[in-house]
T-cell receptor
Framework: EAQVTQNPRYLITVTGKKLTVTCSQN?????MSWYRQDPGLGLRQIYY???????DKGDVPEGYKVSRKEKRNFPLILESPSPNQTSLYFC?????????????FGQGTRLTVV | KQEVTQIPAALSVPEGENLVLNCSFT??????LQWFRQDPGKGLTSLLL?????REQTSGRLNASLDKSSGRSTLYIAASQPGDSATYLC??????????FGAGTRLFVKA
């Protein structure tokens, strides 16, 4: 089954404790992206990647890091989480070119930083 | 800077009604536009994708149109059902491969 898998689904952590949210897709997509969703602000793009070892900043990259060492995986790293990073996070993937550029989303990771 | 606006922010209709959701964007240089559905606490489900060279796409009771020159897209839902109740989001992919989302329209269909 074609899917984007995020882990964990729920996470409560303390300020300053490094964490990683994993994202994996099984569709051989070139493009992967991370978003955060906050009430009243909608979905905002954090980072995206167009292929292995190619990443770029979205609209809200501060406080986040990403890596794309393999095509299927795109982890989101919070080196020193702060309470303002409490949010619902989504990973997405798609093909880059051609007609079939439909984006597929993971189920989300609800992060609380206390 | 690309901005995406969705109107209305919320909509309540009786079952069976046809309805239109609106999405507007400020920069017509887009790669594609996609409509999504999001149920409370869930991820996003893709409904329709319109490439920049296309004018519309249809899937079942859903029809999405795109007018790049005016910076507008509409999502038409025919014969609405209570199961259509959800938040509908539009997103544009533009140069540099960034994706910008609208804030969504929260739809409630009353039985």
């Amino acid at each position: 089954e074609a899917q984007v898998t995020q882990n964990p689904r729920y996470l409560i952590t303390v300020t300053g404790k490094k964490l990683t949210v994993t994202c994996s897709q099984n569709m051989n997509h070139e493009y992967m992206s991370w978003y955060r969703q906050d009430p009243g602000l909608g979905l905002r793009q954090i980072y995206y990647s167009m292929n292995v070892e190619v990443t770029d900043k979205g609209d809200v990259p501060e406080g986040y890091k990403v890596s794309r060492k393999e095509k299927r995986n795109f982890p989101l790293i919070l080196e020193s989480p702060s309470p303002n990073q409490t949010s619902l996070y989504f990973c997405a993937s798609s093909f880059l070119g051609g007609r079939n550029t439909e984006a597929f989303f993971g189920q989300g990771t609800r992060l609380t930083v206390v | 800077k690309q901005e995406v606006t969705q109107i209305p922010a919320a909509l309540s209709v009786p079952e069976g009604e046809n309805l239109v959701l609106n999405c507007s964007f400020t920069d017509s240089a887009i790669y594609n536009l996609q409509w999504f559905r999001q149920d409370p606490g869930k991820g996003l489900t893709s409904l329709l994708l319109i490439q920049s060279s296309q004018r519309e796409q249809t899937s079942g009771r859903l029809n999405a149109s795109l007018d790049k020159s005016s910076g507008r897209s509409t999502l038409y839902i025919a014969a609405s059902q209570p199961g259509d109740s959800a938040t509908y989001l539009c997103a544009v992919s533009a140069g540099g491969f960034k994706t910008i989302f609208g804030a969504g329209t929260r739809l409630f269909v009353k039985a």
